[in-house]
């Protein structure tokens, strides 16, 4: 396939770059005037229209319009039950995300729900969640259990994910997060929960290959640094990497956990200063900011602008999931970044392409218009100019998404 006329293709970079640092996250770099041909499947050529091939097949002529490469979302919980707007009511009444956990609302309200839902009607559910962030540009995602909280649930989710994976031609990535809360038959008794995870959940999941990270939620109320340096330490056994949430709710250690277990990635991040960008430092962990969290929690940003300014590498994720962000649109996250974070437009498309791949390890093959990269990209509507992308905050840019060199 041939895409022809591009008005500007973006997001160009050799294919030794697997992620951006510092400064070099401020340059978008792009080719007005282009052209990019597909072969297999993967980004076969690209430059100005002037070198453009004769090309006899199927061609698209995207006359005022650009090319990015697919937004790859490296932080979700696509895979839940039903919806948790009851908790938006008490949220806009006063209640903060802690309380309403406490509470036994949050993470075990939709541990229950899940419980209670057949496999395949989970699979349904996540099906449309999927298409629906496709149309939204993504597409990689990465996707976390932790709705199940014991084996067999947990087990199902994953499963859940696995199929997802089989059936759709986007990029995923499945992480464990057994660790996401304690069930509440564990109260008084929660080192009984480290070890259930540990060693009975991680060896039946690995076993069956059904995991490629594992996660879990340091923070105030939730996972202690020694638990999850314990659950890092067995999950390493394993070969998975960390991608840990960390420091959303305080300044809880996480960050230096993960990055002390080698984690790929540290996630949420608004609780973060100079100790943690100090442990990011020469590390090979992605920080990463959930911008939508923070705007439905009405919790601070993350300072992602420092981080940059450090020299640090950022990446840029939803977190979709029912309770804190239940929005999987990465162009709104992209306008949150902008807007709220005070990143460039430049420094947020790049942490949610390259930065973003990274993150899920994929960056290899994922994540920038590179000559044998997968070709995995949206073409826009007529936009005039790449800071529209940010600016324009709820309307649609996307005329046609393109994964695996096919138009989805
Ligand atoms: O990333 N903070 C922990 N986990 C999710 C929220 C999960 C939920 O509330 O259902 C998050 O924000
Ligand atoms: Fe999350």
């Known amino acids: 396939m041939l895409i022809k006329n591009i008005k500007t293709l973006a997001g160009i970079l050799p294919p030794n770059k697997l992620r951006l640092c510092g400064e070099e996250m401020n340059t978008l770099a792009t080719i007005d005037n282009a052209y990019l041909l597909i072969e297999n499947g993967l980004i076969k050529e690209f430059g100005k229209m002037a070198d453009c091939p004769d090309y006899q097949g199927e061609t698209i002529d995207a006359s005022g319009k650009m090319v990015f490469p697919a937004f790859c979302d490296s932080h979700s919980h696509i895979v839940f039950a039903g919806s948790r707007e009851g908790e938006f009511l008490d949220k806009i009444n006063g209640l903060s995300y802690e309380e309403i956990a406490k509470r036994g609302g949050g993470i075990i309200n939709s541990a229950k729900l899940l419980h209670q839902t057949s496999e395949d009607e989970l699979y349904e559910q996540a099906l449309k969640r999927l298409k629906m962030v496709v149309g939204f540009g993504t597409g990689a995602l990465e996707i976390k259990s932790g709705y199940g909280l014991n084996t067999e649930d947990e087990i199902k989710m994953l499963r859940v994910i696995r199929r997802l994976r089989e059936n759709s031609d986007m990029e995923i990535r499945a992480t464990f997060l057994g660790a996401h809360a304690f069930p509440e038959q564990y109260k008084g008794c929660e080192n009984d929960y480290v070890d259930l995870i540990c060693d009975e959940m991680l060896p039946q999941i690995s076993s069956d290959d059904l995991a490629d990270f594992i996660d879990v939620f340091c923070d105030r109320g939730f996972f202690t640094v020694e638990q999850t340096a314990k659950i890092l330490e067995a999950g390493k056994k394993y070969g998975l990497r960390g991608k840990i949430h960390a420091n959303e709710l305080d300044f809880s250690g996480g960050v230096q956990v993960g990055v002390k277990y080698n984690a790929l990635s540290v996630d949420h991040l608004e609780n973060s200063g100079k100790n943690e960008i100090a442990a990011l430092k020469n590390s090979d962990t992605m920080p990463t900011g959930l911008p939508g969290c923070s705007f439905f929690s009405n919790l601070p940003y993350a300072p992602l602008k420092q981080l940059i300014d450090s020299g640090l590498s950022v990446a840029l994720a939803t ?10 649109n990465m162009k709104f996250a992209l306008s949150l970044a902008c807007i709220k974070m005070r990143l460039t437009p430049a420094q947020a498309i790049n942490a949610a392409t390259i930065n973003g791949a990274y993150a899920m390890g994929i960056s290899q093959t994922h994540g920038s218009i590179t000559v044998g990269k997968v070709a995995n990209m949206f073409i826009t509507n ?19 998404m393109i994964l695996k060199g096919k138009v989805f």
Do not use: H, L, M
Not at 319 to 328: A, K, R
Not at 390 to 400: H, L, N, R, V
């Open 319 to 328: 977190d979709f999931n029912p309770g804190s962000t239940p929005s999987g």
């Open 382 to 400: 007529e936009i005039p100019t790449v800071a529209y992308i940010p600016y324009s905050y709820t309307e649609p840019i996307i005329d046609k």
